[in-house]
């Protein structure tokens, strides 16, 4: 029953900071977990953050200490605080729900977000 899409990408330089946001319709938001995937050119999507019920994280080693994952369940609203951003964070940043905290996604994969980090 759930729908999202995503928001808040666009051109940063290395060292900069984005947030973005996944905005849910539906009903059950608040039960499931939450994550971000990306994928960059060439290369398989790769599951980037996730948050529980509870808010229990997991972060991929890459991002971790520099990415923070929550949501707004009164809002029915995900965020990713993305800071000190690379040029390999470049990617389409897609918001799923999950099985577990650590996927698979259960939702049809929308348009995601373009992230591009670049001097």
């Known amino acids: 029953q759930v729908q999202l899409v995503e928001s808040g990408g666009g051109l940063v330089q290395p060292g900069g900071s984005l947030r973005l946001s996944c905005a849910a319709s539906?009903?059950?938001?608040?039960?499931?977990?939450m994550g971000w995937y990306r994928q960059a050119p060439g290369k398989q999507r790769e599951l980037v953050a996730t948050?529980?019920?509870?808010?229990?994280?997991y972060y991929a080693d890459s991002v971790k200490g520099r990415f923070t994952i929550s949501r707004d369940n009164a809002k029915k609203t995900g965020y990713l605080q993305m800071n000190s951003l690379k040029p390999e964070d470049t990617a389409v940043y897609y918001c799923?729900?999950?099985?577990?905290?650590?996927?698979?996604?259960?939702?049809?994969w929308g348009q995601g977000t373009q992230v591009t980090v670049s001097s």
């Open positions: 799923n729900i999950l099985r577990s905290l650590k996927g698979p996604g259960i939702v049809n």
């Open positions: 539906g009903s059950g938001f608040s039960i499931y977990v």
């Open positions: 948050i529980a019920p509870g808010n229990i994280m």
